[in-house]
């Protein structure tokens, strides 16, 4: 049998959920009784079942190999890694033990500036200094895309004391890297890359969607198999590439300081399963979804006003390729926004998009999608557009356009001078003070507005009139400003 159909860890825990043991240790609820009656109906008794501890006997213990490190290790060969590590609080727990491994304190590593929170937050952990490389921008819709191999190049020529470098491929609205010579370039300026593929966990497992970044000479990868692929909300992997310069040991160590000693045994089961699950029949089920994603692609391409905007971006700066499973619908040609759209969705048909900005709405498809689903979506949209436009003609648009926050061109270039690390400015002496009177001083807190949520702000970083301007701009359009103590931004929190 191939190896990769078995799934150690799941059914080591669903036989001794089912086998009727004295459980004489935790959780309290002893897989059932002691939980609100609510909460089982809920969540069903198989699961409080196959909640247990680590170390029981017959699971952990007694056994040749324990059924988590074969787990993993089967994780391992099916994605092309050295080594997998289950992980229990997401991909930010990856991202936290990549910048204590990586980043210790007074080592600087180069960042993309879009990175996800966790990357800074991992450096103030840390103590290490970030250096920041801007992706590439669309200001036509206002994404942001991938790192430039001779963007990096460059900051990497500036930078000769970076040891690492911290990529996202896919980005949120599925744009891919060209990782091969991201690759190249990091490793002839002697660091080892790293690679955020959070939103490609199922990369490299069907040749219609992009090859993984492991298979392309990133030394570290971390998948966030929640977001998609099948495993539970809260569960990810931790990839180290075949011929890896990151240092496994510190890597392990790290992950043991940022992980709960209590890891849930169901968050583990679920990686298991979603990695048999994409090894053993992930290109079939990748086969009906993109077969299903023809007849929604039609319908939206029959819509009035939407048009896909996924495959017409490759390449362009920073897309060199594009994840199918990712729908990123340009909204404009209907007269309305995507809030509008988004919201008329919901109200009219139940289908709620991953996400609507001003001129777009992004669909986020699994990799098990079934046709009839995908086609019932197509309709919805198709309807919901068509009303949409007869609303607009008609004069009585949906939202109102003062409700609407409008894109900010986002400050992507390291336009601020990190002066002191992250972890410095975030655990010193601080003080809250207006606005207007921050040029100059230094950030001890991280600020993005939203749409669309890149940081302009980190602490450590000076801030300049530029950041300013670009947060009163924020505020004038109705972003929401994520991170900020006072979201109002009539105070801001500065280094003492
Ligand atoms: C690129 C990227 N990395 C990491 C994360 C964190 O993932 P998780 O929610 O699994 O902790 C996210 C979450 O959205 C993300 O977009």
Not at 162 to 186: K, Q, R
Request: glycine share 10%.
């Amino acid at each position: 049998m191939d190896p990769q159909s078995s799934a150690p860890y799941l059914d080591a825990i669903a036989a001794y959920g089912s086998r009727g043991s004295g459980r004489m240790h935790v959780p309290g609820h002893k897989g059932g009784p002691g939980a609100d009656p609510g909460l089982r109906a809920a969540i069903g008794e198989r699961a409080l079942l196959m909640d247990v501890p680590q170390g029981i006997y017959g699971v952990d213990l007694g056994v040749d190999i324990a059924p988590q490190l074969r787990a993993e290790q089967l994780a391992a060969e099916a994605y092309g890694a050295s080594r997998s590590w289950f992980l229990t609080n997401g991909a930010t727990q990856g991202n936290h033990a990549l910048a204590l491994a990586l980043a210790p304190p007074g080592r600087t590593v180069v960042v993309q500036r879009n990175s996800h929170a966790s990357v800074v937050d991992g450096l103030v952990l840390s103590g290490g200094r970030p250096q920041f490389v801007a992706p590439a921008y669309d200001d036509a819709i206002g994404i942001a895309h991938t790192v430039e191999p001779a963007t990096l190049d460059d900051t990497l020529s500036q930078t000769p004391e970076a040891s690492a470098v911290f990529v996202v491929s896919p980005t949120y609205f599925g744009v891919s890297a060209d990782i091969p010579a991201l690759a190249e370039v990091a490793h002839r300026h002697g660091c080892a890359l790293v690679v955020d593929q959070s939103w490609g966990p199922h990369f490299g497992f069907h040749p219609d969607v992009p090859e993984s970044a492991l298979r392309q000479g990133a030394d570290a990868v971390l998948t966030s198999t929640h977001k998609m692929a099948g495993s539970l909300t809260q569960s990810a992997i931790l990839h180290a590439g075949l011929d890896t310069r990151i240092d496994i040991a510190a890597v392990d160590r790290a992950i043991r300081l940022v992980r709960s000693t209590s890891p849930n045994s169901l968050l583990l089961a679920s990686l298991d399963g979603a990695r048999r699950q994409l090894a053993v029949h992930g290109e079939p089920l990748l086969d009906r979804t993109l077969r299903g994603l023809v007849e929604l692609l039609g319908r939206i391409d029959r819509s009035p006003g939407l048009e896909v905007v996924g495959p017409t971006l490759k390449g362009s700066p920073g897309v060199h390729d594009v994840d199918p499973l990712k729908v990123v619908i340009d909204v404009r040609g209907t007269g309305s926004t995507g809030y509008a759209i988004g919201q008329a969705l919901g109200a009219w048909h139940d289908v709620h998009p991953e996400l609507a900005t001003d001129t777009a709405v992004l669909l986020v498809l699994g990799p098990a999608e079934r046709p009839d689903d995908l086609a019932m979506v197509g309709l919805a949209m198709e309807r919901t557009a068509a009303r949409i436009v007869e609303e607009v003609e008609a004069g009585k648009a949906q939202i109102d356009e003062d409700d609407v926050p409008r894109i900010v061109e986002p400050l992507i270039a390291p336009q601020s001078e990190t002066v002191i690390p992250p972890r410095d400015a975030f655990l010193g002496e601080a003080e809250a003070i207006p606005l207007a009177d921050a040029v100059g001083r230094i950030s001890a807190e991280s600020i993005a507005g939203y749409p669309p949520g890149i940081p302009a702000l980190l602490p450590g970083e000076r801030i300049t009139p530029a950041v300013v301007e670009h947060f009163r701009a924020l505020l004038e359009a109705g972003a929401r400003l994520h991170g900020a103590h006072d979201p109002t931004l009539g105070t801001i929190t500065v280094v003492r």
